[in-house]
């Protein structure tokens, strides 16, 4: 029986691009602490080797951890982007006026994070993560504390 667009139609309507419900920033939280790891990782490499660091060796490893960082930082920023734009709404700002300002910033650490060695900047991620968190379960309602896995 062929489909009658005029008489057929199907509304479906879902708060986000996957209705799930489920959103935590426990996976932004990896994402970072792998970013800190791996800066901590490549800026001891860089001084056990002090000025030999043209072996393929080096290189390889350095490579590896860089890639690692970028993917990461990369994998940081899109869940909280999706916190961000997915999971808060209208009442949250009236709760947390910085809200914007908050995801903002952690957002732009992503990026810094990415195309820098900077156990600073790395730090400062893990702090606005740890705010998040500490954010996303205060509008839930619900005490969950901050565990990193490393």
Same mark, same amino acid.
């Given at each position: 029986? =062929?489909? #009658? +667009? &005029?008489? #057929?139609?199907?509304?479906?309507?879902?708060?986000? #691009?996957? =209705?799930?419900?489920?959103? *935590?920033?426990?996976?932004?939280?990896?994402?970072?602490?792998?970013?800190?790891?791996? +800066?901590?990782? %490549?800026?001891?490499?860089?001084?056990?080797?002090?000025? *030999?660091?043209?072996?393929?060796?080096?290189?390889?490893?350095?490579?590896?951890?860089?890639?690692?960082?970028?993917?990461?930082?990369?994998?940081?920023?899109?869940?909280?982007?999706?916190?961000?734009?997915?999971?808060?709404?209208?009442?949250?700002?009236? /709760?947390? =006026? #910085?809200?914007?300002? %908050?995801? @903002?910033?952690? /957002?732009?650490?992503?990026?810094?994070?990415?195309?820098?060695?900077?156990?600073?900047?790395?730090?400062?991620?893990? *702090?606005?993560?740890?705010?998040?968190? &500490?954010?996303?379960?205060?509008?839930?309602?619900?005490?969950?504390? @901050?565990?990193?896995?490393?």
């Amino acid at each position: 029986m =062929p489909f #009658d +667009t &005029n008489e #057929d139609i199907i509304v479906a309507e879902a708060h986000c #691009d996957g =209705p799930c419900g489920v959103y *935590d920033p426990a996976s932004a939280r990896v994402a970072a602490e792998a970013v800190q790891s791996m +800066t901590k990782k %490549m800026v001891a490499l860089a001084e056990s080797h002090g000025s *030999d660091c043209g072996t393929a060796s080096y290189i390889n490893t350095m490579s590896r951890y860089a890639a690692i960082k970028e993917e990461e930082a990369h994998k940081c920023k899109s869940e909280l982007l999706v916190l961000w734009t997915d999971f808060f709404k209208p009442q949250h700002l009236e /709760a947390v =006026p #910085d809200l914007h300002n %908050m995801f @903002w910033q952690a /957002a732009k650490l992503c990026s810094a994070c990415k195309v820098e060695v900077s156990e600073v900047h790395a730090q400062e991620l893990m *702090d606005a993560v740890e705010n998040i968190h &500490n954010v996303f379960w205060q509008v839930k309602g619900r005490e969950v504390p @901050w565990i990193r896995a490393s």
